[in-house]
């Protein structure tokens, strides 16, 4: 654990580290005041502890049961029971994903409680469990990603054209923030544990993708809002 926190530590620091020099760096040619200095470097220090904690619960707590709910899956020989769980646990982990609450909040702050910020969360959230449990289908019956992938982003297209620009915006950045920190290891961890006790399957090939996936699934579900 102690090198695991380690490894921790030292992989945060090079993440944080150039980000803080190369905003002091504009801070200073353009002459903040010292008070900023001072809240910046205070809100840097807790940056760096809040992510050396949240990657060591990560590690120790959301891939391991990730892995481990994904593995148990299929010993039940219920489809249903796969999917249903998939869609459970991603729409529950999305709820949670700091990412999602940070966007949600700005979009409600800018337009004026105009775009309800629990809707929004829960729409997110819709999306992404129901193409995790997509995904987990694909891995079942060994469907090729790139036939879901195109459907997928051919669905996008069409319903761009329907949109309301606010939400068409919206949507989008809306797949990007379900690639947050929270979302992501319980995701891959889930897809991995399905494979590894599927003999006939590749880690490489059928563990990997779903975040492809369940980042389209945002998307279409606020261009829906948009188009509703």
Same mark, same amino acid.
């Given at each position: 654990?102690?090198?695991?926190?380690?490894?921790?530590?030292?992989?945060?620091?090079?993440?944080?580290?150039?980000?803080?020099?190369?905003?002091?760096?504009? %801070? $200073?040619? @353009?002459?903040?005041?010292?008070? !900023?200095?001072?809240?910046?470097?205070? *809100?840097?220090? #807790? =940056? &760096?502890?809040?992510?050396?904690?949240?990657?060591?619960?990560?590690?120790?707590?959301?891939?391991?049961?990730?892995?481990?709910?994904?593995?148990?899956?299929?010993?039940?020989?219920?489809?249903?029971?796969?999917?249903?769980?998939?869609?459970?646990?991603?729409?529950?982990?999305?709820?949670?994903?700091?990412?999602?609450?940070?966007?949600?909040?700005?979009?409600?702050?800018?337009?004026?409680?105009?775009?309800?910020?629990?809707?929004?969360?829960?729409?997110?959230?819709?999306?992404?469990?129901?193409?995790?449990?997509?995904? %987990? $289908?694909? @891995?079942?019956?060994?469907?090729? !990603?790139?036939?879901?992938?195109?459907? *997928?982003?051919? #669905? =996008? &297209?069409?319903?761009?054209?329907?949109?309301?620009?606010?939400?068409?915006?919206?949507?989008?950045?809306?797949?990007?923030?379900?690639?947050?920190?929270?979302?992501?290891?319980?995701?891959?961890?889930?897809?991995?544990?399905?494979?590894?006790?599927?003999?006939?399957?590749?880690?490489?090939?059928?563990?990997?993708?779903?975040?492809?996936?369940?980042?389209?699934?945002?998307?279409?579900?606020?261009?829906?809002?948009?188009?509703?």
């Amino acid at each position: 654990m102690i090198q695991d926190f380690k490894e921790t530590f030292r992989e945060v620091l090079q993440a944080v580290l150039p980000l803080t020099a190369a905003v002091l760096l504009i %801070m $200073l040619v @353009i002459g903040l005041n010292s008070g !900023i200095f001072i809240s910046f470097f205070t *809100g840097t220090i #807790l =940056v &760096i502890a809040g992510m050396v904690l949240f990657l060591m619960g990560v590690k120790l707590g959301m891939l391991p049961i990730g892995e481990s709910i994904g593995s148990e899956l299929p010993k039940h020989n219920s489809l249903l029971f796969i999917v249903g769980v998939a869609f459970a646990l991603s729409f529950i982990v999305t709820i949670a994903e700091p990412d999602v609450r940070v966007l949600s909040t700005m979009i409600d702050s800018v337009s004026e409680n105009g775009i309800s910020r629990n809707t929004l969360i829960l729409s997110i959230a819709l999306g992404v469990g129901f193409f995790v449990s997509v995904s %987990m $289908l694909r @891995i079942v019956y060994g469907v090729p !990603i790139k036939y879901l992938l195109t459907v *997928g982003y051919l #669905l =996008v &297209i069409i319903l761009s054209f329907f949109t309301k620009p606010e939400y068409l915006a919206i949507a989008y950045d809306a797949g990007g923030v379900t690639t947050g920190p929270m979302t992501v290891p319980v995701i891959l961890a889930l897809g991995i544990g399905v494979v590894s006790v599927l003999g006939e399957k590749s880690e490489l090939s059928e563990g990997f993708g779903l975040i492809g996936l369940a980042s389209i699934g945002p998307i279409i579900s606020i261009m829906l809002m948009g188009v509703f």
